[in-house]
């Protein structure tokens, strides 16, 4: 409905103007006025209706109620009657005559490169400002990894966003610059009774091609610099051998369980940080955002960058999302820019050669439960935890199968958090009762940028909607947490806490202490006997990154590991340093950023199924 009251109002626009202003109305001239219109008119239209009347999700009409297209029509009509009027009044002062270029050929070529060059340069300009205030600093692995990676499965609002951003504003500055050089003209003044040329068409099209290369060299440099593109050059051409050197094959250490294993519940939160704190908990708000999870944080055990409050691993190369966070925490390894024809997210090929921690607990007898709200194929999360563990999904589609909710209901990324704790606790209820140790994933999602998910259930206390989204997210998951210490597995059962990566709702964080150091917020809740007592001194001033939760959590549930090193993670209850505390954060994303033959050649493929394979 709505599309065809755009294409019958730009109709009714092309009319109006071949009778009102097009001289010689040949079917050439007569389709390009009509062709023209359409396009301008709708342009027009719908940048007033986001940019200046302020209505969201323009390109969707189901969310504006039966009369949506009805009123998009009225506006249309008025705002194409506009566009009519203005052309009128320009042709009062301006002479605008036809011109035949020598070379029609030439001329066109030069046009249709003018415009490619303009729209691919403000793509690249408006991209990168919606990419910067929509998801921050991604990183250049980000956005390689990303690329070729699977995209099912992302919140429908990312695609309605980047048409209303970059999308959008790209094509209606694109339409005018095609307006003024397309059509066969000179502009022309009178002088003595005579007509002279002020803007030949030759020169039009030399001033049209001098501002699109000037616009695509800016914004290519715009992007190239703002999303430090650059770096790229490091991870395909300067090569380090700093993995290598570094890796404590996970394979080969000596990992011992104890006589009883202990469950695990990992829980990532969505972009949690201790930035939400208050200033005097180590936080960076005015107002403490988090007041349950610091209650909560005094039972269990948190590791700190700071002297004496909340404070977590520094933010590393090839960590910065979730899928990222999540294999960091899982394997001890960032995630780095494939290469070699290899790539992540396909099925038996997401980081083959790498054991992981669901490795080693379905090795060991565990059951293994994958629980977030999403579509796991987003970003291949489905092929790594089945390959890696062989754990039951239990996403969007997997309760969808169990009919836990309707085939056609959609909320946020797929079901939101106040269902996902519901199921967990129908999940951990199963698992605790097959008997065998269980190992049960999950990650919440409603924290997500850029401005969060307000359940209908939440209190508005602050101004902010993430901020709101953020008291109300860390808020349900202690009273999820306070459910699970209730059971009767919970004796036995270590918890672990931790956000997966740094939020991205870059506008939230414009007007914060630049100095400050962001950081995850981490918990370990009833850890096995053996570390549970560890001296305060060594959970403060510790330097770390997310790649060393990988031997953590495992010490967490008691597991002894000979050097107390996994992959190129520490464990933090040892007294073994970490990387960072050793060479510095710097050296080591310095050194992470750089391409690793040994990450390519060890990591990115199985080496022992090739060896395999040639015999």
Request: net charge neutral; proline share 4%; hydrophobic share 40%.
């Amino acid at each position: 409905m709505l599309w065809g009251c755009a294409l019958f109002t730009g109709l009714l626009i092309g009319a109006a103007d071949i009778w009102l202003f097009t001289e010689k109305r040949s079917p050439a001239t007569c389709i390009n006025a009509v062709f023209r219109d359409v396009i301008v008119t709708n342009l027009l239209t719908f940048s007033v209706m986001k940019y200046l009347l302020n209505v969201s999700n323009v390109f969707v009409p189901s969310m504006h109620g039966p009369k949506y297209a009805l009123k998009y029509l009225a506006l249309a009509l008025v705002i194409g009657l506009i566009f009519l009027a203005l052309m009128g009044f320009l042709k009062k002062f301006i002479t605008v005559e036809p011109s035949k270029p020598k070379r029609k050929a030439g001329a066109w070529v030069m046009r249709i490169f003018a415009a490619v060059m303009f729209a691919l340069g403000l793509a690249a300009i408006t991209g990168t400002v919606w990419g910067k205030q929509a998801f921050g600093d991604l990183s250049p692995d980000q956005i390689i990894i990303n690329l070729n990676s699977p995209i099912e499965g992302t919140d429908v609002g990312v695609y309605i966003s980047v048409l209303e951003g970059p999308v959008l504003i790209t094509a209606v500055l694109t339409a005018v610059f095609c307006l003024l050089i397309f059509p066969s003209y000179k502009i022309v003044y009178s002088k003595n009774e005579k007509q002279y040329a002020f803007l030949p068409g030759l020169a039009i099209r030399i001033i049209s091609l001098v501002l699109a290369a000037a616009i695509l060299a800016g914004g290519l440099a715009f992007g190239i610099t703002r999303f430090h593109l650059m770096d790229l050059y490091a991870a395909y051409v300067s090569g380090t051998s700093y993995i290598e050197d570094n890796y404590a094959d996970p394979a080969e250490v000596k990992i011992t369980f104890p006589e009883k294993k202990r469950n695990l519940i990992h829980i990532y939160l969505e972009s949690m940080e201790n930035t939400y704190f208050s200033k005097d908990l180590g936080g960076n708000m005015n107002e403490n955002l988090m007041p349950d999870l610091a209650e909560l944080a005094k039972e269990g055990i948190s590791f700190s960058h700071t002297a004496d409050t909340f404070g977590g691993p520094y933010p590393s190369t090839g960590s910065g999302w979730s899928v990222a966070g999540m294999v960091n925490m899982t394997t001890g390894l960032p995630m780095k820019v494939p290469v070699d024809g290899n790539s992540y997210g396909q099925k038996d090929n997401f980081l083959p050669g790498a054991t992981a921690l669901g490795d080693i607990l379905y090795e060991n007898g565990y059951e293994q439960t994958l629980m977030f709200g999403a579509d796991a194929t987003f970003g291949g999360l489905n092929f790594y935890f089945e390959s890696h563990g062989k754990f039951n999904i239990l996403d969007y589609n997997g309760v969808k199968e169990k009919g836990w909710i309707p085939e056609d209901y959609k909320v946020w990324w797929g079901y939101e958090d106040d269902k996902l704790y519901e199921f967990a606790q129908k999940e951990l209820t199963r698992l605790a009762e097959t008997g065998k140790p269980f190992n049960f994933v999950m990650e919440t999602a409603d924290t997500h940028a850029p401005d969060g998910y307000l359940s209908s259930k939440a209190e508005k206390r602050f101004d902010s909607q993430y901020a709101n989204a953020i008291y109300y997210s860390q808020k349900e998951a202690v009273k999820f947490v306070r459910w699970i210490q209730e059971q009767p597995f919970y004796e036995n059962t270590t918890i672990v806490m931790i956000g997966d990566h740094l939020s991205m709702a870059s506008a939230f964080f414009e007007n914060m202490d630049k100095s400050y150091q962001r950081t995850c917020f981490n918990l370990i809740l009833n850890p096995a006997d053996n570390v549970k007592n560890i001296d305060k001194s060594r959970t403060y001033n510790r330097q770390w990154a997310m790649f060393d939760m990988y031997p953590t959590i495992l010490a967490s549930m008691g597991v002894e590991i000979s050097g107390d090193r996994l992959a190129i993670g520490t464990n933090l209850f040892s007294d073994t340093p970490t990387l960072v505390e050793r060479d510095g954060i710097q050296k080591v994303n310095k050194e992470l950023t750089n391409r690793s033959n040994f990450y390519n050649e060890n990591i990115l493929v199985d080496k022992k199924r090739l060896i395999k394979g040639k015999k």
